[in-house]
Nanobody, 115 residues
């Protein structure tokens, strides 16, 4: 059974920073792309950032220059460093990983940015 476990969410003031982590565990041969998505109340889930196994990244326009995605392949872990947070970044953040060509999702972690 493959699991993705997220951590690092919380409440922060506008302009602050948070770092999210997501560790994949279980019977995994290979992890391809890993990423972060978010869903705000009343909105659809959207891509925030993703990173390939080779380290190529792409970001949503709304977070470029503020968020940085990285991964540690030895630990099957992906990170999201979020700086200069804005109230509109408030959402549940979900980790996603393509493990052995099967998409997996974490349970989500709440990020709340107060103005």
């Amino acid at each position: 059974q493959v699991q993705l476990v997220e951590s690092g969410g919380g409440l922060v003031q506008a302009g602050g920073s948070l770092r999210l982590s997501c560790a994949a565990s279980g019977s995994i041969f290979r992890i391809n792309t890993m990423g972060w998505y978010r869903q705000a109340p009343g909105k659809q889930r959207e891509l925030v950032a993703r990173i390939t196994s080779g380290g190529s990244t792409n970001y949503a326009e709304s977070v470029k220059g503020r968020f940085t995605i990285s991964r540690d392949n030895a630990k099957n872990t992906v990170y999201l460093q979020m700086n200069s947070l804005k109230p509109e970044d408030t959402a549940v953040y979900y980790c996603n990983a393509d493990t052995d060509y099967t998409p997996r999702w974490g349970q989500g972690t709440q990020v709340t940015v107060s103005s």
